[in-house]
T-cell receptor, first 115, second 116 residues
Framework: ETGVTQSPTHLIKTRGQQVTLRCSSQ?????VSWYQQALGQGPQFIFQ???????GRGNFPPRFSGLQFPNYSSELNVNALELDDSALYLC??????????????FGPGTRLTVT | AQSVTQLGSHVSVSEGALVLLRCNYS??????LFWYVQYPNQGLQLLLK??????LVKGINGFEAEFKKSETSFHLTKPSAHMSDAAEYFC??????????????FGTGTSLTVIP
């Protein structure tokens, strides 16, 4: 069974640029959630995708957008990067419906630094 | 709305001593509660969860937690700390949705140091 993988591991971008982060969900999982974890903080929910559709969104501006593909992998796109976007971005996968959907399996994260 | 408060951003215990990490939640509906552990430069690993049923739940690595509705608490304990328990611990709450999926709300974390 393959776990959740994320790429790249680290990324450095300049303010105003755009970035795409990628996540491959655990085998058999059809739900992907994205979180932003600033230094010294807990993860903050960005949004969730279930079967290729957005299924909930946290308090993040529209320049944070996402996609989920038919194989349930996912992308997080951030436009017009700001310094405060520097954080660890975590992807978590789960099986959509029912009690098992509450078991979210996290990837190792992508460390984004905006200069 | 749901939220989680973790009391004590840093906790230090001696090796072999009791570990107690505190978590209080706020939820307008019966919550589902979780504890995750995060080692340096890694993602989060699920330690244990409470959804329904028995209020005392056992997780991996000897950890357990008790859901106390009257106290709105879900404290994490381990009878005897091991050096390998040193990590960041996060409590999280979610509310079951009527359709699919769920949104997790995490606390700010407690950093556990184990002193040899």
């Amino acid at each position: 069974e393959t776990g959740v993988t994320q790429s790249p591991t680290h990324l450095i971008k300049t303010r105003g640029q755009q970035v795409t982060l990628r996540c491959s969900s655990q085998s058999g999982h059809n739900t992907v959630s994205w979180y932003q974890q600033a230094l010294g903080q807990g993860p903050q929910f960005i949004f969730q995708y279930y079967r290729e559709e957005e299924n909930g969104r946290g308090n993040f501006p529209p320049r944070f957008s996402g996609l989920q593909f038919p194989n349930y992998s996912s992308e997080l796109n951030v436009n017009a990067l700001e310094l405060d976007d520097s954080a660890l971005y975590l992807c978590a996968s789960s099986l959509g419906a029912g009690a098992s959907s509450y078991e979210q399996y996290f990837g190792p994260g992508t460390r984004l630094t905006v200069t | 709305a749901q939220s989680v408060t973790q009391l004590g951003s840093h906790v230090s215990v001696s090796e072999g001593a009791l570990v107690l990490l505190r978590c209080n939640y706020s939820s307008s509906v019966p919550p589902y509660l979780f504890w995750y552990v995060q080692y340096p430069n890694q993602g989060l690993q699920l330690l244990l969860k409470y959804t329904t049923g028995a209020t005392l739940v056992k997780g991996i690595n000897g950890f357990e937690a008790e859901f106390k509705k009257s106290e709105t608490s879900f404290h994490l304990t381990k009878p005897s700390a091991h050096m390998s328990d040193a990590a960041e611990y996060f409590c999280a709450v979610t509310r079951p949705r009527t359709n699919t999926g769920n949104q997790f709300y995490f606390g700010t974390g407690t950093s556990l140091t184990v002193i040899p």
